[in-house]
């Protein structure tokens, strides 16, 4: 069985400890996120194409625009705006949410306008790997390659 979590918990390491904060509308399992200023995104995973935004000052989630494609076993590298405006790459293994949907492995949020595009695929499929930003340009490292993965949790 697959826990699916929508706890928020965060760390105060002045008073070294967790407070629970306002959780997740929507349970996530296996998603991806990243943290622009004070506002924490959550993209998608196994079972939903939301995007969830935290805004970690009110303690109040949002949703935003769906995720074109349902990412699973991803992960997020995030340009500055110094070199390149301030995105989102949202890179990740892209489960079907119905039959035709498009499958993306790379798809670009842009946080100010809330809107979706996809990027160019890597060269090669992953999961399970990190994601580098250096002078806004974005390194994905290590993980493995697959041809199919098997998505039925028996």
Same mark, same amino acid.
């Given at each position: 069985m697959i826990a699916?979590?929508?706890?928020n918990?965060v760390y105060d390491?002045?008073?070294d400890?967790w407070?629970?904060?306002?959780? #997740?509308?929507?349970?996530?399992? @296996?998603?991806?996120?990243?943290?622009?200023?004070?506002? /924490?995104?959550?993209f998608?995973?196994?079972?939903?194409? &939301?995007?969830?935004?935290?805004?970690?000052?009110?303690?109040?989630?949002? &949703?935003?625009?769906?995720v074109?494609? $349902? $990412?699973?076993?991803?992960?997020?590298? /995030?340009?500055?705006g110094?070199?390149?405006?301030?995105?989102?790459?949202?890179?990740?293994?892209? $489960?079907p949410?119905?039959?035709g949907?498009?499958?993306?492995?790379?798809? $670009?949020?842009n946080?100010?306008n809330?809107?979706?595009?996809?990027?160019? @695929? #890597?060269?090669?499929k992953?999961?399970?790997?990190?994601?580098?930003?250096? @002078?806004?340009?974005?390194?994905?490292?290590?993980?493995?390659?697959?041809?199919?993965?098997d998505?039925?949790?028996?």
């Open positions: 699916y979590s929508g706890s918990y390491p002045a008073e400890l407070i629970t904060k306002t959780a #997740m509308p929507n349970e996530a399992f @296996n998603y991806a996120s990243a943290v622009v200023d004070q506002t /924490i995104f959550v998608s995973g196994f079972t939903s194409n &939301l995007t969830q935004i935290y805004n970690t000052e009110t303690d109040i989630w949002s &949703l935003g625009s769906a074109p494609s $349902v $990412v699973a076993g991803g992960a997020t590298g /995030i340009t500055t110094i070199m390149a405006p301030i995105r989102i790459y949202v890179f990740g293994y892209p $489960v949410v119905s039959v949907a498009p499958l993306f492995y790379t798809q $670009v949020y946080p100010e809330d809107s979706w595009i996809d990027g160019a @695929n #890597m060269p090669t992953r999961v399970g790997f990190g994601v580098a930003v250096v @002078n806004d340009t974005l390194y994905t490292i290590g993980g493995h390659t697959y041809d199919t993965i998505l039925s949790f028996n």
